[in-house]
């Protein structure tokens, strides 16, 4: 493979993250039968500002590329130098995924076979400690005119693989490029063309099994390092070793940020139901604790909040949200009647409460925890009805529902790498659904469903700390 098309290839960018930052300078070396017989280079206008720590470290300012062609406008040049040709890079995953999303940002579609210097000086070099390119550099003696300039560097990698050709034996050497260029983390019975399909942004992914049985759903900030992760031999436990012998597809659903791709694991798993995601496959209650007034005292009970509508009455053994938000009357999420009830149990039982006075235990008389010492009175007139109602007030209000901090509607604004927005629509704590532009926001008009635990505990986190390009919008 060494003696065929090469294009030893190295890019200069404005940061680490190819859907964020974007290329500034292109180098490209192409070898053919070991020999260099081309050598082109270009900086890149990135349509932005260049960070000063870049700037510092490769030596290209605003100013260098204030009159350069973008990539748009190179796109023909890269193109022609690189199909066709193995794709060779140090740490080729880097420029490899900045080109590809140069290129997706442009509606193409870019593939190549690619060999990555490090993994060949890993395999080659064995003994040795560092494969940097500077290690490299020094081990092989190979000097650099231009070193963080992206001729320079891709210079070093065209004299590194005449080198290794020299140093070892010609099959051995074919042998090692041959299986790193073929390397899949995927397993066989899925098709390689995912490995190049996964995009590096949020989403939330499907695992597939025999006869289109859904068997997973998982989110991510990056969806091909979180899918390949499951893949990865080299940590995987026996139930990640069960689940890649069983996926037969994958498919997924890009997000414009991590926000959008919590609500949407969290809705596709209810209403899927997928295999293998039993916790929160199995979250389809929500129960609270309520306290209600009945003249100075106070009531508790445990209420189910699965299905309920934002306003209205209900039955005395539901619990009812009103169209001001969370009452201040619940306490507590919880995804089954056992946890609720124990929760009560044990702030009654550390704040010494009366459960006559609750109303949790029936009879005449003082309560059984007056007896026993646990009680302060209220059931034996020894604790003013109005005093107990006021402790037991304190007492739960840790655990209180977050109110409504809002007039109505509410939108939360995120952007994609494209500049893509989605606004993910909530009414009082409920999901109302996501819109993409004023039409389909416009279309959406009142929660379909009750009240959710996790929908509420995942814009209740959001709320409190808003994360970095996400916009709050009231609509009403």
Known sequence: ????????????????????HRVIEVGIVTLRGGAVVDEWSSLVNPGGRIPRNISAFTGITDEMVADAPSFADLRGEVLARLEGRLFVAHNARFDYGFLRNEFRRLGLRFRAPVLCTVKLSRRMDAGERG???????ARHGIECQARHRALGDAQVLARFLPILQRRHAADELERV??????????????????????????GVYRFWGENDALLYVGKSVNLRTRV???????HRDSKELKLSRQVRRVDWQETAGEFGALLLESRWVKELEPLHNRRLRAARECWTIVLDTEGDGLR???????????????????????????SPHFFGTFRAKRDATKALD????????CRKALGLEPGEGSC?????GRCRGACAGREPAALHAARAQLAFAPHRLRPWPFR????????DWRGEQQLHVFDHWRYVGTARDEDSLAALDRPAGGFDIDTYRILERLLRKPPPRTRLVELD
């Open 408 to 415: 109505g509607r509410l939108a939360i604004c995120e952007r």
């Open 368 to 372: 059984f925890g007056f007896q026993v």
């Open 300 to 326: 508790a009970r445990v209420a189910e909040m699965g299905a309920l509508p934002a306003s209205g009455s209900t039955s005395r053994g539901d619990a009812s949200l009103s169209d001001d938000g969370a």
């Open 228 to 234: 390949l992760s499951h893949f990865a031999a080299d």
């Open 346 to 353: 044990e702030i009654v039982r550390a704040h010494q409460l």
């Open 1 to 20: 493979m060494l003696d065929g098309e090469l294009a030893c290839v190295d890019l200069e960018t404005t940061g680490g993250h190819p859907l964020l």
């Open 177 to 202: 490029v041959s299986e790193l260029v073929q390397e899949s983390p995927l397993p066989p019975q899925l098709d390689p063309e995912l490995l190049e399909d996964l995009p590096e942004g949020p």
């Open 131 to 137: 494969h940097s390119l500077d290690a490299v550099m």
